[in-house]
Nanobody, 123 residues
Framework: QVQLVESGGGLVQAGGSLRLSCAAS????????MAWFRQAPGKEREFVAA????????YYQDSVKGRFTISRDNAKNTMYLQMNSLKPEDTAVYYC????????????????WGQGTQVTVSS
């Protein structure tokens, strides 16, 4: 079992920045590939970014490339999402997720999920 808790969400103006954190407890965090997903009101949950267990590989949805950066600190059992140049369309609940041996974009492949943190970007 892995327990995941997101933090760092909030209200920010367009063009601003936020840094989300995902703190993990339970089994060895460094064994898991990790990802961020988001869900806007009335829309399906979508992939944002993923990172391999070692941090050596990262993947991004096209709409966030160049603006968002995913990273992790295995010594602190924490994953991050640095979000810059935020746009109103980035408004959503952001979830972190964990999987063994998978760091792609399919949500069904992730076994563990956090409760989510709200990000609201005003225009």
């Amino acid at each position: 079992q892995v327990q995941l808790v997101e933090s760092g969400g909030g209200l920010v103006q367009a063009g601003g920045s936020l840094r989300l954190s995902c703190a993990a407890s339970g089994r060895t965090f460094s064994s898991y590939d990790m990802a961020w997903f988001r869900q806007a009101p009335g829309k399906e949950r979508e992939f944002v970014a993923a990172i391999s267990w070692s941090g050596g590989s990262t993947y991004y949805q096209d709409s966030v490339k160049g603006r968002f950066t995913i990273s992790r600190d295995n010594a602190k059992n924490t994953m991050y999402l640095q979000m810059n140049s935020l746009k109103p369309e980035d408004t959503a609940v952001y979830y972190c997720a964990a999987a063994l041996h998978y760091s792609g974009s399919y949500s069904a492949q992730y076994n563990y999920w956090g409760q989510g943190t709200q990000v609201t970007v005003s225009s």
